[in-house]
């Protein structure tokens, strides 16, 4: 069965510092790869997929990932953030043959602070 | 577009009651699914649908029915509440049933006592 681990389950950062979400997947299969952000109280929101082609995965609100086959990573980076980016962040993973059953890391708290 | 629309927001159950949470999305998406959250646990896939009249199980779909007889209307169903039911329940749509974005509701939170 198809597993996603997030690294640390807290990452606290000042702001305008870089960021880096780790994200691991299990399976070498052919796989669909997504980050979504949940704001306090509310439901999920796509920052970002990795489907096929370029390796390197640009999202909304300057987030990027980069997906590594070999490594089975797909990590979540932001150059600078903000306070605004405090928020959860949750790295999915999709089989393709499986259609949209996504599976769901444990989530990494992104604390930004002044 | 309202989007994926979910009801009620927030429900308290005893143990053994049943009830339905509603999910509706206006997107003329083909492919719903219904996942709760747990602290610590991040979301589990609980039923899906890629289609009017077809669903099936996902990762954690005991205790739980759907049926999906409308394009737009995906309801869940707890049978006889369980305080291990005690969670938050996210419903999702996405127009296609392979890679595409799915689009999440707000969610339910449910506490069973």
């Known amino acids: 069965a198809q597993s996603v681990t997030q690294l640390d389950s807290q990452v606290p950062v000042f702001e305008e510092a870089p960021v880096e979400l780790r994200c691991n997947y299990s399976?070498?299969?052919?796989?669909?790869l997504f980050w979504y952000v949940q704001y306090p109280n509310q439901g999920l929101q796509l920052l970002l997929k990795?489907?096929?082609?370029?390796?390197l995965v640009k999202g909304i609100n300057g987030f990027e990932a980069e997906f590594n086959k070999s490594q089975t990573s797909f990590h979540l980076r932001k150059p600078s953030v903000h306070i605004s980016d405090t928020a959860e962040y949750f790295c999915?993973?999709?089989?393709?043959?499986?259609?949209?059953?996504?599976?769901f890391g444990a989530g990494t708290i992104l604390r930004v602070k002044s | 577009n309202a989007g994926v629309t979910q009801t009620p927001k927030f429900q308290v159950l005893k143990t053994g009651q049943s009830m339905t949470l509603q999910c509706a999305q206006d997107?003329?998406?083909?492919?719903m699914s219904w996942y709760r959250q747990d602290p610590g646990m991040g979301l589990r896939l609980i039923h899906y649908?890629?289609?009017?009249?077809?669903?099936d199980q996902g990762e954690v779909p005991n205790g739980y029915n759907v049926s999906r007889s409308t394009t737009e209307d995906f309801p869940l169903r707890l049978l006889s509440a369980a305080p291990s039911q005690t969670s938050v329940y996210f419903c999702?749509?996405?127009?296609?049933?392979?890679?595409?974005?799915?689009?999440f509701g707000p969610g339910t939170r449910l506490t069973v006592t």
């Open positions: 997107m003329n998406h083909e492919y």
């Open positions: 649908s890629v289609g009017a009249g077809i669903t």
């Open positions: 999702a749509s996405s127009y296609s049933w392979q890679g595409g974005e799915q689009y």
């Open positions: 399976s070498s299969v052919s796989v669909y």
């Open positions: 999915a993973v999709s089989v393709r043959e499986y259609g949209n059953k996504l599976v």
């Open positions: 990795y489907l096929s082609g370029s390796t």
